[in-house]
């Protein structure tokens, strides 16, 4: 039953990534402007699609996106200035948050009145991003048949997702031990170094009496 709350759960989480989002970001000069930023946590080798279609405005703002993620190598995934209407296609390099940074910039000689742009997001990953309508007109496929693929390619995800969890798993498993057998060497040193301590006090006392003719 456990399991397959998990896979559930997974599953949720692999067709979840497809709701899009609308906010408004107000335009702010481009030195030390305040940028908004969405993430998504993603595994490695998953295939990605980020929209963003930024709606009609007051002039003299610009819209600029960045994606990038947060693993050691930062790895970029795209970038534009004067967003309008873009699509962009990936596959994460990493297991890492993949970041997607919006800045809407003011232009030069504009006041800054709080003027403000509509953003449109939406990403999705994994069997949500293929684009099957596609597929199905180069590959001449059925309906039925689009739909088992597309259920065939859903499942590949949550397959990887548990493997990766299996993985993940495994590894903090091993640094736990690794970590208890270090507390546990610690505390025979300790121990160790009490006894040897206390045993050192004892002679030294009994050493300082005896010289004392104390006992």
């Not at 402007?33 to 405005?57: D, F, I, N």
């Amino acid at each position: 039953m456990k399991a397959v709350f998990i896979v559930f759960a997974i599953l949720a989480t692999v067709l979840g990534i497809c709701s899009a989002l609308e906010f408004d970001l107000v335009a702010t000069p481009e030195t030390g402007g305040a940028r908004r930023c969405l993430s998504q946590w993603l595994p490695m080798g998953t295939h990605v699609r980020v929209k963003a279609k930024v709606l009609p405005g007051f002039p003299g703002q610009m819209v600029n996106m960045e994606i990038h993620d947060d693993s050691p190598h930062v790895n970029q995934y795209g970038a534009r200035r004067q967003v309008d209407d873009a699509t962009f296609r990936f596959d994460t390099q990493a297991h890492a948050n993949v970041i997607v940074c919006f800045q809407n910039v003011l232009e030069a000689n504009m006041p800054n009145d709080g003027r403000s742009k509509t953003i449109q997001f939406k990403m999705e990953s994994g069997a949500m991003a293929e684009d099957f309508h596609k597929v199905q007109q180069e590959e001449k496929l059925k309906p039925m048949e689009m739909e088992l693929r597309r259920l065939a390619m859903t499942l590949d995800d949550v397959q990887d997702e548990l493997q990766y969890l299996k993985q993940r798993e495994s590894t903090l498993r091993d640094a736990n031990e690794r970590m208890n057998s270090r507390v546990k060497t610690f505390s025979f040193v300790s121990i160790a170094v009490l006894v040897g301590v206390a045993v050192y006090q004892v002679l030294y006392l009994r050493r300082f009496f005896q010289q004392k003719k104390l006992i």
